[in-house]
């Protein structure tokens, strides 16, 4: 027997919308309130403080994908002067540097 749900929460949306919303209920075979219900339990949220570490987290990523293009970009343009020690040195760096960056308890990184 399915458990009764006491509690209703409103939303106001637009009607675009509230047909958005209702097409994914139907398209996923489920009513509208237990696709919600499915979404909030899936979402994560953030304090201010850890916002603005995101934040920072993303600007650093930005920098280093930038400096890994002008690393690539010097390889192509400097083939014959290349020295691939160096090239690979670089990319280390870049690695420990976006290790450093992950976030503490991310399974991908606490394995290395």
Request: glycine fraction near 4%.
């Amino acid at each position: 027997m399915a458990r009764r749900r006491p509690v209703l929460v409103a939303v106001r949306l637009t009607p675009g919308e509230s047909a958005d919303w209702r097409a994914k209920a139907k398209a996923a075979g489920v009513p509208l309130s237990a696709l919600i219900r499915r979404a909030m339990v899936r979402t994560r949220t953030w304090t201010a403080p850890a916002a603005e570490v995101e934040r920072e987290r993303t600007r650093q990523v930005s920098r280093i994908g930038n400096n890994l293009n002008q690393i690539a970009r010097w390889a192509n343009t400097h083939k014959g002067a290349a020295e691939a020690v160096e090239i690979v040195a670089r990319l280390v760096a870049i690695e420990r540097a976006l290790k450093a960056l992950a976030p503490v308890g991310d399974p991908d990184t606490d394995a290395h």
